[in-house]
């Protein structure tokens, strides 16, 4: 039975009133104090011309297909993640090969990986290391602290391929790849490569690469994240690269110095904690104008 118009407005001068008791009855509404005073960005310089060129080359949409290994049936996860490895340090001997090679013993413990590395869950919004056998995700993070355990450790552990992870990050309905390994012995200990892998065309296509102390790594959305240690106590590096549909590739789209959670390292949430699979949202590049300053 519908409620007829005279009743429902009677109903809703009801509902009025009591909400007005109730608001007398917790002290009525009571200032929040002052409101601090927008600043916008106040321009530098204005004198100078603007830069044409970076100063440095941190290589921003650089893709590689990977030579010698195919995708059967577009399907990353039937693709062998050793041979991968195998692929690029084929494709550069100049840091693998030879007894001057930066990464000489990644390569002298490749003979390790006799099979594939045990993949590690990263679907339905959840991907982490974990805390489970064969790499199963939970709370939402991704970190290569426990891929050792996972990947192929035949001879005493020593093979330098990680889990792989897949999950869909450029938003084509299919899975990419989320590769890391360990460069040996490198310039820095505990160096780890983070590599993204799509299929363009038929072709293994590498859509990132990156090299750093890490420690954590995780997948959230579109995104890569990698946490790295800083020199500062109680700090850490967070870089994060999102795809790119237009340049086809993961970029760099935050490189930050954030304070760590106390009583609890970097990358591991609270048990409540979860990723959502989702698309993700890139402020405006573009600088709104801005007074000068007056020196």
């Not at 007398?24 to 009571?30: H, K, Q, S, Y």
């Not at 996972?150 to 897949?166: F, R």
């Amino acid at each position: 039975m519908s409620v007829s118009r005279p009743v429902r407005t009677g109903l809703a001068v009801a509902l009025l009133a009591s909400a007005a008791v109730a608001c007398g009855d917790a002290g009525g509404l009571r200032g929040a104090g002052s409101t601090p005073t927008a600043t916008s960005p106040a321009r530098l310089w204005p004198q100078l011309t603007p830069a044409s060129s970076p100063a440095w080359n941190i290589d921003e949409a650089d893709t590689e297909v990977v030579k010698g290994v195919t995708v059967p049936g577009d399907d990353l996860r039937k693709v062998d993640p050793v041979a991968i490895v195998r692929a690029e340090i084929a494709a550069h001997p100049k840091d693998y090969r030879g007894p001057t090679a930066i990464y000489r013993d990644t390569t002298a413990r490749m003979a390790a990986c006799t099979s594939k590395p045990a993949a590690g869950k990263a679907t339905d919004g959840k991907a982490t290391d974990g805390k489970a056998a064969a790499g199963k995700a939970t709370d939402g993070k991704a970190t290569d602290r426990t891929a050792d355990a996972d990947a192929d450790t035949t001879a005493a552990g020593t093979c330098p391929v990680l889990q792989p992870y897949y999950r869909d990050l450029t938003g084509d309905g299919r899975v990419d790849l989320t590769l890391g390994f360990r460069l040996l012995p490198g310039d820095a200990p505990d160096l780890t490569a983070v590599r993204v892998y799509t299929v363009d065309k038929h072709r293994l296509l590498r859509v990132m690469a990156w090299e750093d102390a890490v420690s954590a790594v995780e997948l959230a959305g579109r995104s890569v994240i990698i946490r790295s240690p800083s020199d500062l106590a109680d700090y850490e590096y967070r870089l994060q690269w999102t795809w790119d549909p237009e340049q086809k590739a993961m970029l760099l789209t935050h490189d930050e110095m954030l304070r760590t959670h106390h009583g609890q390292p970097p990358g591991h949430p609270s048990p409540t904690t979860t990723a959502t699979v989702g698309p993700s949202f890139t402020a405006d590049p573009r600088p709104s104008p801005s007074p000068s300053v007056t020196p």
